[in-house]
């Protein structure tokens, strides 16, 4: 029985990874179907389920990398919502939205009357004022199906998976304010219970990955590929990711931030194991001392 049940959970394993990585590719390749708040909210949500421990590593990877490819294909260009510079290096809006919110998501699918409202309130507004259209703006867009992914944007944001709550990130800012709050916290947080200073560790490491894998398909070196993009658009994207206060510096912040942490953490070890020896050394000589007394008298 105990094998059979190692044999299921190992077969649902390899399912999830390549559920995964069916959803990359039919992403990518039919980039132009899905409303950009469809891919957006997909992608954060696999970041979210990726950044949790309730997914076995090889799945938790495999979710990461996705998220990263699809960050990557909406980085520039008329694939972000607003299509709207957010400040210096050509950081761009998606969605016209500020930072992170963790309940909805701010573009709304179309309905069938032509306009567009809200899967969560029942709200509607007309196409004119609307924040994002089904095809987030960009009119090179023929979505397919608006409908039925106004239903999985709808899934995706009110419902929590394995406790953590899918966050909707809708600019490369928020997305680093994430990563900032993340991977320095192990070594900034008061100690805690056990569990929970494992938890956050987990997490560090997992965003940690979450960062290699992005700079991995921002430069070309992830075997991932398959993008169905024409390299000079690959080329924009890099050019764009390394400007000044974009990507790039953003990266290296969050890890400087979690590199000193570690160090510092180390060196107060480190000081507090020398300090402890240098006490223990002392009562010893100490010791020493009154055991020659008694044997003089």
Not at 53 to 70: E, F, H, Q, Y
Not at 129 to 146: D, I, L, M, Q, R
Not at 247 to 270: F, I, K, P, S, Y
Request: charged share 10%; aromatic share 4%.
């Amino acid at each position: 029985g105990g094998g059979g049940s190692s044999s299921g959970a190992a077969d649902d394993e390899q399912l999830l990874f390549h559920c995964v990585g069916g959803l990359r590719h039919v992403l990518l390749h039919r980039w132009s179907v899905y409303a950009d708040d469809f891919v957006g909210t997909t992608r954060d949500l696999l970041l979210t389920l990726g950044l949790s421990s309730a997914l076995p590593r090889t799945v938790s990877n495999s979710c990461l990398g996705c998220a990263a490819s699809l960050w990557k294909r909406g980085w520039v260009g008329d694939d972000d919502c607003t299509n709207t510079s957010a400040g210096a290096g050509g950081a761009y809006s998606y969605g016209g939205g500020a930072g992170i919110n963790n309940n909805i998501a701010s573009c709304s699918p179309p309905h069938s009357n032509g306009s567009t409202g809200s899967a969560h309130s029942g709200t509607r507004t007309s196409g004119a004022t609307a924040t994002c259209s089904a095809g987030g703006g960009n009119p090179h867009k023929a979505v397919e199906n608006a409908e039925a992914q106004a239903h999985l944007v709808q899934m995706m944001t009110t419902h929590a998976y394995a406790h953590h709550t899918p966050r909707r990130l809708h600019t490369h800012a928020a997305l680093f304010q994430l990563m900032e709050s993340i991977v320095p916290h192990p070594f900034q947080a008061p100690a805690a219970a056990a569990a929970a200073a494992a938890e956050q560790t987990h997490a560090a490491s997992r965003a940690a990955t979450f960062l290699s894998l992005l700079l991995g398909e921002i430069s070309g070196t992830s075997k991932g590929g398959a993008y169905n993009l024409p390299l000079e658009q690959h080329r924009q994207i890099h050019a764009a990711f390394e400007a000044a206060g974009d990507g790039l510096d953003a990266t290296l912040r969050v890890a400087m931030a979690g590199l000193g942490g570690a160090v510092r953490v180390l060196t107060e070890a480190n000081s507090n194991g020398s300090n402890g020896s240098a006490v223990s050394d002392g009562g010893g000589s100490g010791g020493g001392g009154g055991s020659g007394s008694g044997s003089g008298g």
